[in-house]
Protein backbone atom coordinates (compact mmCIF):
# COMPACT_ATOMS: atom_id res chain seq x y z
CA UNK A 1 0.00 0.00 0.00
CA UNK A 2 2.72 2.63 1.08
CA UNK A 3 4.76 1.29 -2.38
CA UNK A 4 1.08 2.30 -4.38
CA UNK A 5 0.69 5.77 -2.35
CA UNK A 6 4.57 7.01 -3.25
CA UNK A 7 3.94 5.72 -6.85
CA UNK A 8 0.92 7.90 -6.91
CA UNK A 9 2.88 10.54 -6.08
CA UNK A 10 6.07 9.97 -8.00
CA UNK A 11 3.30 10.47 -11.34
CA UNK A 12 1.50 13.41 -9.64
CA UNK A 13 5.06 15.29 -9.38
CA UNK A 14 6.30 14.08 -12.78
CA UNK A 15 2.90 15.28 -13.87
CA UNK A 16 3.57 18.95 -12.52
CA UNK A 17 7.12 19.07 -13.48
CA UNK A 18 5.53 18.28 -16.96
CA UNK A 19 3.02 21.44 -16.92
CA UNK A 20 5.94 23.63 -15.09
CA UNK A 21 8.38 22.91 -18.43
CA UNK A 22 5.47 23.55 -20.66
CA UNK A 23 4.87 26.91 -19.13
CA UNK A 24 8.85 27.77 -18.39
CA UNK A 25 9.51 27.27 -22.70
CA UNK A 26 6.39 29.35 -23.55
CA UNK A 27 7.59 32.21 -21.33
CA UNK A 28 11.26 32.03 -22.19
CA UNK A 29 10.21 31.84 -25.94
CA UNK A 30 7.94 35.32 -25.11
CA UNK A 31 10.77 36.94 -23.33
CA UNK A 32 12.98 35.93 -25.42
CA UNK A 33 11.58 36.92 -29.02
CA UNK A 34 10.12 40.19 -27.18
CA UNK A 35 6.10 38.97 -27.71
CA UNK A 36 3.76 40.62 -25.74
CA UNK A 37 3.29 39.72 -22.03
CA UNK A 38 -0.20 39.24 -22.81
CA UNK A 39 0.96 35.40 -24.13
CA UNK A 40 2.95 34.81 -20.83
CA UNK A 41 1.25 31.80 -18.74
CA UNK A 42 1.14 33.84 -15.37
CA UNK A 43 -1.76 31.93 -13.83
CA UNK A 44 -2.82 28.13 -15.69
CA UNK A 45 -5.22 25.57 -14.18
CA UNK A 46 -5.18 21.78 -14.91
CA UNK A 47 -7.09 18.59 -13.95
CA UNK A 48 -4.27 15.63 -13.01
CA UNK A 49 -5.90 12.57 -12.32
CA UNK A 50 -9.03 14.13 -11.43
CA UNK A 51 -7.02 16.76 -8.99
CA UNK A 52 -7.74 20.48 -9.47
CA UNK A 53 -4.15 22.21 -9.58
CA UNK A 54 -3.35 25.91 -10.20
CA UNK A 55 0.29 26.99 -11.45
CA UNK A 56 1.36 30.57 -11.19
CA UNK A 57 4.60 31.77 -13.10
CA UNK A 58 6.64 33.93 -10.63
CA UNK A 59 9.71 34.67 -13.09
CA UNK A 60 12.14 32.41 -11.47
CA UNK A 61 9.75 29.88 -10.04
CA UNK A 62 6.70 28.03 -10.80
CA UNK A 63 4.80 27.72 -8.17
CA UNK A 64 2.03 24.39 -8.33
CA UNK A 65 -0.79 23.99 -5.58
CA UNK A 66 -3.12 21.34 -4.91
CA UNK A 67 -5.54 19.73 -2.84
CA UNK A 68 -4.80 15.41 -2.21
CA UNK A 69 -6.20 13.58 0.65
CA UNK A 70 -6.53 16.50 2.98
CA UNK A 71 -3.70 17.81 2.60
CA UNK A 72 -2.47 21.24 0.72
CA UNK A 73 0.08 20.41 -1.28
CA UNK A 74 3.12 23.64 -2.85
CA UNK A 75 5.32 22.90 -4.94
CA UNK A 76 8.20 25.23 -5.93
CA UNK A 77 9.76 24.36 -9.52
CA UNK A 78 12.96 26.94 -10.02
CA UNK A 79 14.31 27.47 -13.34
CA UNK A 80 16.46 29.76 -15.02
CA UNK A 81 16.88 31.06 -18.76
CA UNK A 82 17.83 27.15 -20.00
CA UNK A 83 16.11 24.58 -17.71
CA UNK A 84 14.86 23.44 -14.74
CA UNK A 85 17.28 23.48 -12.13
CA UNK A 86 15.51 22.82 -8.58
CA UNK A 87 12.36 21.75 -6.88
CA UNK A 88 10.82 22.60 -2.92
CA UNK A 89 8.10 20.41 -1.64
CA UNK A 90 5.82 21.94 1.28
CA UNK A 91 2.83 20.43 2.48
CA UNK A 92 0.41 21.12 5.84
Do not use: P
Not at 20 to 28: E, P, Y
Not at 46 to 73: M, N, P, R, W
Amino acid sequence: MELQLCSEQSEMDLACLSYARHIVSTNTWVRRCHGSEQHLLTDMDATIDSVSVHFQDHGTYVLCSYEKKGKHIMMKIYYDDKSIVGMDIDSD
